[in-house]
């Protein structure tokens, strides 16, 4: 590896012009939104220079249990997200969605750097923390997306789902068409990446390696088994959540317990 | 008894109160009509029949059984409710008709075929309609009565009609207040709300009313 030109603090000054020409069309076009401006770049800064000393610090230590944290605090936030993306609150799947994303990103994680790029050990935090993170980033809109369409179909085709319940269907003859769509809301967006990659946009990753000066037929080799990852975590994740939230939505009668405005116990 | 209420309560979350402690009992083969003031529970009423709702407290049993005892769809197979306004799915009219054989609980019946669907519409005055038309393109009156073909198809015991004849004009309202009525004399028992003056006639009535908290049954 020849290793990316450094930038310096001057440089990254410069950058910041970018921010501030976003802050002059906010200001021309009275769009009100400098201030989470300000505030998003100074997060994004402070976040990501704090996250470069604990992964210097974690790749020098090298320990099991400390990989392994970093990864549960990351699926912590990414639960975090996504509730905050998810309006409905009378069903709960927030510790479904934590249990679900840190055993299938954890497993598929390990296969990649375990089995795929063959590290040793498997969990090499300098591979094993920034593919999880990738896999954690992508498969956690997906899963807000499907959640929150899974919920607000409930709610808006209760007449539907009911009509069904009162000819004698089942929970989930009732809700099938309604959690298929929503696994489609959740998968059909990495699906448009597989197909887009390479043409539409370089993702970060492969720009990250070739500017660091690794072969770019490399870094497409990476590049294709973190989609192809990419895929499957959200593939397995969504159809796991969905598959126990949308019982949660039924009631012992198999009732829909989720409804515009009010919910019954 | 076909229903029997023991000390039924049922109320919306930190809100007003549809029964309290009710006790009532309900004889197999009636034709009940259920009136009420708007907003006195009768559409939760037949809902808690067939447990689209539950009860908060007290117990309902039909045939003698406790409801939390039947399987869910094999009640609601049953027992089966027509929504106020029927959900009539984007499908062409054959098939909406036959959905309920899509049903698991339904797995082993035979659909009737097309000639005995077309007489079938006929008595509810639908002779115009082809089974092969679109189901949304059909009128309110339209998808009204072909909601209640639709549930009488997998031969229910009990059905519960929630004003199945409010958007009817004055001659469909009579067609399909008798067709009620003959499934009543072939022994199907009807629970019907109705906010105008029908009386069912020919057939054992129940007046049920429903008014704050409370319910009556008038055989």
Redesign the interface.
């Known amino acids: 590896m020849l290793g990316a030109l450094d930038i310096g603090s001057l440089e990254l000054g410069i950058a910041g012009l970018f921010v501030a020409a976003a802050g002059a069309v906010s200001l021309w076009g009275r769009l009100n939104l400098e201030k989470p401006l300000i505030i998003g770049a100074v997060r994004c800064g402070v976040q990501l220079t704090a996250m470069g000393y604990v992964l210097r610090f974690v790749f020098d230590v090298k320990s099991a249990w400390i990989v392994m944290g970093l990864f549960c605090l990351m699926v912590v936030f990414a639960v975090r997200i996504v509730k905050g993306n998810v309006k409905e609150r009378q069903i709960p799947f927030v510790l479904t969605s934590f249990l679900v994303m840190l055993t299938v990103y954890a497993a598929i994680s390990a296969v990649v750097t375990g089995v795929i790029v063959g590290t040793s050990p498997w969990w090499d935090p300098r591979y094993f923390i920034p593919l999880a993170g990738m896999v954690v980033g992508n498969s956690m809109t997906a899963l807000g997306l499907s959640l929150d369409r899974l919920f607000s179909d409930l709610k808006t085709k209760q007449d539907q789902v009911e009509m069904c319940l009162s000819l004698g269907g089942t929970a989930r003859e009732a809700s099938q068409e309604i959690v298929t769509d929503a696994l489609k809301a959740g998968m059909i967006p990495s699906i448009n990446s597989l197909a887009g990659v390479g043409l539409v946009f370089l993702p970060g990753m492969m720009t990250g390696q070739i500017l660091s000066g690794s072969d770019p037929m490399l870094a497409i080799r990476y590049q294709i088994v973190v989609m192809f990852m990419l895929v499957a975590s959200t593939a397995l994740t969504v159809t796991a959540v969905l598959a126990i939230v949308r019982r949660r939505c039924f009631g012992p009668a198999q009732q829909l317990l989720i409804r515009q405005g009010k919910r019954r116990e | 008894m076909c229903f029997e209420f023991d000390q039924v309560s049922f109320s919306?979350?930190g809100g007003r109160t549809i029964l309290d402690r009710q006790d009532m009992a309900l004889p197999e083969g009636v034709f009940a009509v259920v009136r009420g003031p708007s907003g006195s529970g009768k559409t939760t009423l037949l809902r808690l029949l067939?447990?689209?709702?539950?009860p908060?407290s007290g117990e309902i049993r039909y045939l003698g059984r406790r409801?939390?005892d039947w399987d869910?769809?094999?009640l609601?197979?049953q027992v089966?409710?027509?929504?106020q306004?029927?959900?009539i799915?984007d499908l062409i009219v054959r098939d909406i008709l036959l959905?309920?054989f899509?049903?698991?609980?339904?797995s082993g019946k035979i659909p009737p075929g097309d000639e005995m669907l077309g007489a079938m519409m006929a008595r509810v005055h639908l002779e115009e309609v082809g089974l092969d038309e679109s189901g949304a393109q059909l009128s309110g009156g339209q998808r009204q009565r072909l909601g209640l073909l639709?549930?009488m198809m997998?031969e229910p015991r009990v059905l519960l009609l929630d004003e199945p004849t409010a958007s009817l004009d004055r001659e469909t309202r009579i067609v399909v207040e008798k067709m009620a009525m003959d499934l009543c004399r072939q022994g199907v028992t009807i629970v019907m709300i109705t906010h105008d003056g029908f009386v069912p006639e020919q057939v054992p009535v129940a007046e049920v009313t429903i008014q704050h908290g409370q319910v009556t049954v008038c055989l």
């Open positions: 919306w979350p067939n447990r689209l709702e539950e908060i409801l939390a869910p769809p094999q609601r197979q089966t409710y027509l929504q306004t029927p959900f799915p959905y309920p899509r049903l698991g609980v339904n639709r549930a997998a």
